[in-house]
Nanobody
Framework: QVQLVQSGGGSVQSGGSLRLSCAAFRFPVSRRYCMAWFRQAPGKEREGVAAIGSDGVTSYADSVKGRFTISRDNAKAMTLYLQMNSLKPEDTAIYYC????????????????WGQGTQVTVSS
């Protein structure tokens, strides 16, 4: 059974940086897949932040372009990362990693596998 285990996150002041990690266990990396980061702020819908496909192509939400970088490490267990720089208070949310055996997209409903979520808080 596929399992996504997140780490990282925390609290930082505006302009600071954080890195999120997501280890994927028993995920079939030999197949076409997409891994992504979503976030959900209080009272708001879950939104896609960044995604990376099995071909290495990345995509970002306009709100984080130039500040966030998604990457992955295929060694041993697949690990997904989200490097977040120049953080703003509006980036405050619970961040989730997600994975699916489909081409990438930012529709949360198409993802089957989810991490447990981690809080990111940015203070002004």
């Amino acid at each position: 059974q596929v399992q996504l285990v997140q780490s990282g996150g925390g609290s930082v002041q505006s302009g600071g940086s954080l890195r999120l990690s997501c280890a994927a266990f028993r995920f079939p990396v030999s197949r076409r897949y997409c891994m992504a980061w979503f976030r959900q702020a209080p009272g708001k819908e879950r939104e896609g932040v960044a995604a990376i496909g099995s071909d290495g192509v990345t995509s970002y939400a306009d709100s984080v372009k130039g500040r966030f970088t998604i990457s992955r490490d295929n060694a041993k267990a697949m690990t997904l990362y989200l490097q977040m720089n120049s953080l703003k208070p509006e980036d405050t949310a619970i961040y989730y990693c997600a994975a699916e055996l489909k081409p990438c997209g930012f529709s949360s409903g198409t993802y089957t596998y989810w991490g447990q979520g981690t809080q990111v808080t940015v203070s002004s």
